[in-house]
């Protein structure tokens, strides 16, 4: 049986993928929440567990090949291939450009499945779209992990998010939590705020 939506909080939760404080974005932007995929992802066994929700999803859809865009999105495309039991390529930005590099190619015709980690915007997964798309292949799905758009992201295809995270950011001036005169905390940096 598969992970619920309160398993997998649980055990962002758990693995520090999902803090709660007062933290400084890399957008510059104020959040109580912060989210590191890469935290539970680094977890073989979650990772497997995550990526059946999506392996379950596109298993009967006669996908030929997965693809995601570097970095965040290769061990879920690769843990999603390997369940579907399906050959994995991934992306990389070259001259800021997605690009399929290494000898990777998709064939005219291949039903492609894209997996990332995290969609906010959905910017890197349109980008390996189009990749596909200018090999004459043929989109068959998105998979990932966290849907962080707010519901907003629509790739026009058959997509399936394991959950959705609501994304709330203030502006500096604007940050309720600042006025509460809480600490602020860059994320990444050695001292974290107690986990609520
Ligand atoms: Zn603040």
Not at 112 to 134: H, N, P, Q, R, Y
Request: glycine fraction near 8%; include cysteine.
């Amino acid at each position: 049986m598969s992970w619920n939506d309160v398993d997998i909080l649980r055990t962002f939760h758990e693995t520090d993928a999902l803090l709660h404080g007062h933290f400084l974005l890399t957008s510059g932007r104020h959040s109580e929440v912060y989210f590191q995929c890469a935290k539970i992802l680094q977890h073989p066994d979650y990772a497997e567990e995550l990526c059946s929700i999506i392996a379950d999803e596109f298993c009967d859809k006669n996908i030929d090949v997965v693809i995601a865009p570097a970095i965040g999105g290769i061990i879920v495309g690769h843990e999603v291939a390997k369940q579907i039991n399906k050959r994995f390529i991934f992306a990389e930005r070259e001259d800021k450009k997605l690009t399929l590099r290494r000898g990777f190619s998709i064939k005219e015709g291949e039903r492609v499945l894209v997996c990332e980690d995290v969609v906010t915007t959905g910017g890197s997964v349109f980008e390996v779209m189009d990749i596909a798309k200018s090999c004459n292949a043929e989109v068959a799905g998105v998979g990932f992990i966290v849907d962080r758009s707010n519901g907003k992201v629509d790739f026009g295809v058959p997509q399936l998010s394991t959950i959705k995270l609501e994304a709330i950011s203030y502006s500096p001036e604007e940050c309720p939590l600042c006025k509460n005169g809480s600490e602020l905390v860059k994320p990444g940096s050695r001292k974290l705020p107690v986990k609520s």
